[in-house]
């Protein structure tokens, strides 16, 4: 559960006859700090509790928690993984609500760009229409392009990757391109973009009329390179 900057884990203890105090200890990879470190539980509770602090880098992590006896032997263990994201923040830029527009080269079968902003990035239980944009799965470069009301200054963005039956799909390589008076700039291209929830760059500010995500040619996820496919696009002063 999440409880302000931290995630809260509740643990129950099954112990076998015999077994009396136990202690936890959370292990969280990649590292966040977790409070306690380690927590001794006496043979008279079945339930403790400790919290995992939140990172916000989009990153997917695992939480272990291994119970051990006096001795540090392993009695056992448990594992759950989440992504640490943060949501939308209230000044993003990109929304249809204050005038934004969103094209696309293409859309998958029942897929359209209105996704991108709409301001919605935690999306459960919402159609799968709504959900995210993606891209047709044909091996070709792909692009999404954001086209803001007025020309703004811009100095971060934020990509969310459409997450489908638990799997992420992070794009592997793409360039984020300014769209100028006077023509268009490559800002920053990524390579090898690691496997994340949310992508968040930050740029030397620069005043814009929208912001262009191009993919390569079989640039997306590394699972299936053919396709770009996106929740949310962020754009921040």
Sequence with gaps: RMA?????????????????EV????????AAATEPESLVVPADRTTAEFRVA????????????????GNGNELARTEATYWDEPGAPADN??????????????????YSPEPLIDGVTATSGLHWTKIAWASQDNGEPHWAQ??????????EVRIYWSVDAE?????????IVGLMDGGNRVLLNVDAQSERAVSIH???????KGIRLEQPANGGPKHR??????REVCLLP
């Excluded at 643990?11 to 006859?17: K, L, N, Y």
């Excluded at 799997?167 to 360039?175: F, G, I, P, W």
């Excluded at 930050?202 to 814009?208: E, I, M, R, S």
């Design 93 to 110: 830029l990109a929304l249809a609500a204050r005038g934004t527009r969103c094209q696309t080269d293409s859309a998958y079968s029942g």
């Design 4 to 20: 302000g900057p931290t995630r809260r884990y509740s643990v129950t203890i099954g112990r076998q006859p015999g077994v009396g």
């Design 167 to 175: 799997r992420l799909y992070t794009s592997s390589r793409y360039a």
């Design 146 to 155: 954001l086209d803001l009301p007025a020309a703004t200054k811009v100095s």
């Design 225 to 230: 390179p053919g396709i770009m496919w996106i």
């Design 23 to 30: 202690v936890l200890r959370p292990q969280v990879s990649p």
């Design 54 to 69: 939140r990172v916000l880098d989009g990153a997917s992590r695992t939480v272990a928690v291994v119970a051990q006896d």
């Design 202 to 208: 930050k740029v030397a500010p620069v005043t814009v």
